[in-house]
């Protein structure tokens, strides 16, 4: 899509590539799991309720229909796949409803460490920095730990990023009450057509609207926020992705029942 070239839902991509690419490995334990894991994607389903146009839509939807091994070599090593993204997955990736992240997340192997660069991506992207309580850090996380033992391993990793720059794209540090994520500049903004004269958004940042936001269309908002940046004679923003999120919640906070 970046390139200009023609999107489709099915993919077609070589099995050692695949796992190259998101650091796994190539020996036959590695091709096993890779099959499991798309059995999981497909059997993976989502049901989600959206009011827009006074009506309420609820809808259910897998993240890929199916997949297939084109061609399987005698050792039982596939070689060649074809997954078949589903409707909701490739409207995402079309509308950049997407969250792109760095090659060096698939080499994160303990899941605090893939939750943490997530959230710091999401909430961070291409800001300066990112401040969280531990306290709130530890919710979004969805942690089971206490609180001491949840303390501790942010301080490991941490610490293990301040020596080897761990963390992919944000340097992290805690002073015993908040956590800090200091981007390394290496997240890139979004490709912007030569044509395209409005600022913007990050992917994520459509899913901070419909959260303060509630029930809109938030499509539909980004319609009317652009309009309205139009006719206030396009400002310079410092952050679109900020203005955009306070658009929309003052839009609900007048009128919370579109």
């Given amino acids: 899509m970046n390139t200009g070239a023609a999107l489709h839902k099915t993919l077609h991509l070589k099995a050692y590539d695949l796992l190259v690419a998101t650091n796994r490995n190539t020996d036959g334990r590695g091709y096993e799991q890779l099959r499991s894991a798309l059995d999981r994607l497909s059997g993976t389903r989502i049901r989600t309720n959206i009011k827009t146009g006074g009506e309420e839509v609820t809808e259910g939807f897998g993240l ?3 997949w297939r091994i084109i061609r399987q070599t005698a050792s039982g090593r596939m070689t060649e796949l074809r997954i ?3 409707d909701w997955v490739f409207n995402a990736v079309t ?3 997407i969250l792109t992240l760095s090659r060096d997340y698939f080499r994160l192997r303990k899941p605090l460490e893939r939750r943490v660069y997530e959230l710091a991506r999401k909430h961070c992207g291409q800001q300066d920095e990112w401040v969280i309580s531990v306290e709130l850090l530890k919710k979004k996380c969805g942690s089971s730990s206490d609180d001491y033992e949840f303390r501790r391993l942010i301080n490991v990793l941490c ?7 761990h963390m992919p794209d944000y340097a992290i540090t ?3 009450t908040n956590v800090k994520f200091t981007n390394r500049k290496t997240v890139k903004p979004l490709p912007s057509s030569a044509h395209t004269i409005f600022p913007l958004l990050d992917a994520e940042t459509y899913h901070d609207a419909r959260t303060v936001a509630p029930g809109y269309d938030v499509h539909w908002l980004e319609n009317e926020w652009r309009t309205f940046w139009v006719d206030s004679g396009k400002p310079e923003l410092k952050s679109p992705d900020a203005a955009f999120i306070g658009f929309c919640k003052r839009r609900y906070e007048r009128n919370p029942n579109p």
């Fill in 64 to 66: 890929i229909d199916s």
């Fill in 174 to 176: 805690f002073d015993g």
């Fill in 95 to 97: 509308a950049r409803e």
């Fill in 159 to 165: 610490e293990e990023d301040q020596n080897h720059s």
């Fill in 84 to 86: 078949n993204l589903s």
